[in-house]
Nanobody, 127 residues
């Protein structure tokens, strides 16, 4: 069973950058498909980005495409979300999620498909 811990959130001005990290426990990290979601205050959780195991495939929400980059370092059991050109509307609690995958080409965009979740890290973008 995996445990996920996010870090790297904070307060940043519009146009700035942040890198979120998601550290995972578990011996089979390399076989997890993983993703980032966010939940603005008072709104529903939404998909941000996903990555298949070994990082062979990635997928982004339209709202972050071209500004955010998802990646993973299996040796460090860590997934990242590099966020650039941040906007006030990116303000949210960001969660990482993982699920065992048996196909290196699969990624998941629905929260219901993920089995493990972190506690979240707050990102606040000021205008």
């Amino acid at each position: 069973q995996a445990q996920l811990v996010e870090s790297g959130g904070g307060l940043v001005q519009a146009g700035g950058s942040l890198r979120l990290s998601c550290a995972a426990s578990g011996r089979t990290f390399s076989s997890y498909a993983m993703g980032w979601f966010r939940q603005p205050q008072g709104k529903e959780r939404e998909f941000v980005a996903a990555i298949s195991w070994r990082g062979l495939r990635t997928y982004y929400a339209d709202s972050v495409k071209g500004r955010f980059t998802i990646s993973r370092d299996d040796a460090k059991r860590t997934m990242y979300l590099q966020m650039s050109s941040l906007k006030p509307e990116d303000t949210a609690l960001y969660y990482c999620a993982a699920v065992e995958s048996f196909n290196s080409g699969l990624y998941y965009t629905s929260a219901y498909e993920y089995r493990y979740w972190g506690q979240g890290t707050q990102v606040t973008v000021s205008s």
